[in-house]
DNA sequence: TTGTATGCGTTATCAA
DNA sequence: TTGATAACGCATACAA
């Protein structure tokens, strides 16, 4: 059902947008005054003022914010980079993130990377030719040298899920360590022992910090590290199902998961394995978003505010761009135990 | 912990960026030749080209595409205006949209109204403002007469989930109509014929269809249509448990869900009236969303190509700001029917 | 093949 | 309280 459409922006439609010149000529005023009413400037005749207004209205004639934006230096965009707007971990922070930026009369211009340095690379330079005011950054991949590079092009920047120190830059940082120690030490307390960890793409920060968090409460409890209990997801969660058997080989009784949705995996292969969750094994996510109380059984996870740290990333910025305001240079997010029925005491 | 963090542009990092005057000046030739050689025009000397790209990657000058948009007059921001991206059938959609205009060199400025009438209609007038090449617009809320005020100012337009025959308007649309009946068909198959259905704000052009829908199935069968049994949420997920169970008390034998998030509501308010599902009542949802295939019972829903539509919508607005290549005026989505266990025969 | 002049639509500066 | 002039950084038209 192809038709012929063909959008061209002819005559008809063409009406020309109207220009400051355009309203100070109708106005019989000089195109500054149009400004001065523009900015809400105090330094105008209140009656000219009052007709300049009517004429904008009557017109709805609305400034160009590019061509403001070339003399202000501002453009109140700020660049959003993340990896993955599906995902639902990061939809719910630019939620929160949309929020509050256009509480502060900024708005967002969104990149996803998908993972690919490569794009993370080109988009953190198409923010600074955008000329951005700001930039949030969730880049899992980038180098720490690049970051260092590339940050003062589009400072301030507020960075999600990496802690690093430089100028221009603050970090919001979920504390992956507290978080995999928590949810290992839940287990161990539960009377598991045998416990896996499936964990993301490695070289990821929040990762390691993870791993760190799972092998210090086994140490704690005086339970030894397996190396092999340890898996790493290296693309996406496909291969979790894979992993999750490995386990299951392993005898583990417990599994600890990187989100909620790999967790959902892990329930999955467990169910193809003829295993029940959580008497067979207990299985636990982190991140709590949305799909964790649906699921059947609903799952144990370490639980993030997503939304506010959304909120919390731009309020940062704000802070940041407005510059005279202190802010935090390093803010830490705390999961929280949000215990449901995925994991069971082993008796 | 808050330090006294304040940003501020010092003197330091200022380093007052290049423009293409700088790069002239130190190539030695006129900006104008700069220009040529940024847009790749063939009517410069190599030799001279050689050495200009030598200066522009010393220095990694990076020309301002504001002060470029300023005379071409294209800015390539697609403005992306929908209710909420952590709503995962928005997320999907926004994924396809965005790696589609990506590869056509298009970037997404992205604009969440949280159904709000106003800001739908500022988020309009703001995208003009910032003077985007196009956009794509899911406005449920907004009523035809201002839709067709404010399309020419942003033209052209993909709207989603709006059938609007205007210029400078593309529609892609989810056969709601059709996915309503298929729905309601399935379970009148399998032998019920107390169907409810719970519908999201009724005003939604997609829920009206989605009800016309469930009529014309019952009506075909020779089903009478009970008021009563027809549900309406007004303003977010939270009511689905109660019209569930006002729905119970009428002792349908199955629902039909408005999206997939709201059947899981209502197998959780199943749940809690100990009813089990799918054995005492049938539950199907619509769009097809991950959390579908994790719920448990896995939910029968009909389905919808999210990443796909994205898609769709993307490449029909490049063709349409492209200008020269026919696009469909109008684009039907079909839902397909995914069966699960949330549904099951009365027998 | 290259350079000069002009303009895009605003705000900033300074003078009236 | 207002207006004239000069930016902002680039591309376009035309001349050399």
Known sequence: MLNENVHKKDMRSMEKKLTINDIA??????????????NNKPEVNEATRKQVLRIIEKHEFQP???????????????AVLLP???NSFFAEIVRGIERTLRANKLHVFLMTSEEEIALENSFIQLAQNYNVDG????????????????????SPVVLLNRDLDADGAACVVVDSLYGGYTATKYLIEKGHSKIGIILGPSRAY?????????????????IPVEDDLIMHVEVDNKGVHKLTEQLVKKKVTAI???????????????????????????????????????????????SLPLFE????????????????????????????LKERNSTKSLS
Not at 27 to 38: D, K, P, Y
Not at 64 to 78: D, F, G
Not at 140 to 147: F, H, I, S
Not at 320 to 334: A, C, N, S, V
Request: hydrophobic share 40%; aromatic share 6%.
């Open 135 to 154: 930039m949030i950054l969730c880049s899992p991949r980038l180098d720490e040298a690049n970051l260092r590079k590339l940050i003062p092009r589009v």
């Open 309 to 336: 740290m959304g909120q919390t990333i731009a309020n940062t910025l704000v802070r940041m761009i407005k510059g005279d305001q202190p802010f935090e240079r390093l803010t830490t997010i705390y999961p929280i």
């Open 84 to 86: 993955d707007i599906s």
């Open 25 to 38: 000529r109708m106005a019989g005023v000089s195109r500054q005054t149009i400004s001065r009413v523009l």
């Open 206 to 222: 929040s990762n390691i910090q993870r791993l760190d968090g799972y092998k210090k409460a086994l140490v704690e409890f005086g």
């Open 64 to 78: 160009s914010l590019q061509a403001r934006s070339m003399v202000t230096r501002k453009t109140n965009m700020i």
């Open 256 to 302: 600890t998961a990187y989100n909620d949705l790999a967790a959902a995996y892990v329930i999955q292969a467990c169910t193809d394995l003829n295993l029940k969750v959580p008497d067979d094994i207990s299985v636990i996510g982190f991140d709590g978003s949305v799909i964790s109380q649906f699921m059947n059984p609903a799952l144990t996870t370490m």
